[in-house]
């Protein structure tokens, strides 16, 4: 901690004229882009410098300062608030999946504070209506317990990212009812139906899912050098959490994946012939390696059959296939099979999972 905040203080004597919360974002942007600090490591430094000021420099306010409009660095509406916010989601590596998500949490609730106050709608961002709205999600909306902690977490982190606001203890807040439920499992005679009724590129898929346990994203990330021949072995990179880790591959799919590897070779040999072939590369990888992203070994192993603009970047790549077009052919799948259960690509991981870990306790 104090090595962070050290850090810190070394950092600000640059930006004299500005307070310590308008000064944490540029220290983190600081780290994140000296390329050698991994994420981490860039959310202990906020979390030391935040917990400095907070706890052992605490200041006191009015009850007048308590319940006046929050404001940060100059933002003033809501539109400034949400695009601060976004700016915080990806200085910290936050996925774009996950960025879309509290963003949407994040309108509703704003959405929320205009119909409980006289504001105008671009100027209304107060934390005062947390409790209520989460309250509301419960018996209003009728929310499942994981939906209603998925939009206290988008607060959490919107009030703590823009306004330098911890939200404190709600444990008294109304909560939707958690609830026990047992996972779909496909027998093995379904399991082996449902397989013979893939084909192509969404088959390979499947079976690889099915058979070395992946998820649905961490398969459709998978990149060419992820796929280990000689120790036969699927590599994952950042799974859930963050964390790498490698499972079985199945001999059965090697010659399928040995012919998926070539076609992907060929999709990449002519979109360089057209003057593409770049592929995303997380974190910094572009700047410690900036040849890496047109090399074979980084293509993505299921790509896309077109290619598309980098909504960050603005550059034209050829990204990985989308899991709704996996959960698609599932669901042609089951039909054709004849089986008939609520399943979804996941419950092949489910399956793998009933087989392989003691006492058939099975993970989400």
């Known amino acids: ?85 976004r700016e915080g989601l990806r200085l910290r590596n936050y996925a774009v999946r996950t960025e879309k998500t509290y963003i949407g949490w994040v309108r509703r609730y704003l959405d929320y504070c205009t119909t409980r106050t006289s504001a105008n709608n671009e100027t209304a961002c107060t934390s005062h209506y947390i409790r209520d709205f989460l309250a509301f999600l419960a018996i209003k909306r009728n929310v499942s317990a994981s939906t209603q902690n998925l939009a206290f977490n988008s607060l959490l982190m919107f009030f703590r990212f823009v306004f330098n606001e911890d939200l404190g203890d709600l444990k008294n807040t ?63 990179r950042e799974g859930k959490g963050g964390k790498d880790r490698s499972t079985l591959l199945p001999a059965s799919l090697n010659k399928e994946l040995q012919e998926q590897i070539t076609k992907v070779l060929v999709l990449h040999d002519r979109d360089l012939a057209d003057g593409y072939g770049s592929v995303w590369l997380p974190k910094s990888l572009n700047r410690k390696y900036p040849a890496a992203s047109l090399q074979k070994a980084w293509q993505y192993l299921f790509p896309s059959g077109k290619r598309s603009l980098d909504p960050r970047t603005n550059i034209v790549r050829r990204h990985h296939v989308i899991d709704s077009a996996l959960q698609r052919a599932i669901k042609v799948a089951l039909s054709k099979a004849g089986i008939h259960k609520h399943a979804s690509v996941h419950t092949l991981r489910h399956y793998a999972e009933f087989l392989t870990m003691p006492s058939n306790q099975i993970s989400p």
């Open 1 to 85: 901690m104090v090595h962070w905040i050290r850090k810190f203080f070394e950092f600000r004597v640059h930006l004299p004229n500005m307070s310590w919360h308008e000064q944490l974002p540029l220290y983190l942007k600081n780290l994140s882009d000296f390329g050698t600090y991994q994420d981490w490591q860039i959310r202990q430094a906020d979390q030391a410098v935040r917990l400095y000021f907070s706890n052992f420099l605490m200041s006191t306010s009015s009850p007048e300062q308590q319940n006046a409009p929050l404001t940060a660095g100059g933002i003033s509406t809501q539109q400034e608030a949400l695009q601060h916010f």
């Open 174 to 236: 109304v909560r939707a009812k958690t609830s026990q439920r047992l996972p779909v499992l496909f027998s093995v005679k379904e399991t082996g139906k449902l397989l013979l009724n893939t084909e192509g590129t969404s088959g390979l898929m499947l079976k690889l899912i099915y058979g070395g346990g992946l998820r649905v994203n961490e398969c459709c990330r998978l990149r060419i050098k992820d796929i280990d021949f000689a120790q036969q072995l699927v590599f994952v």
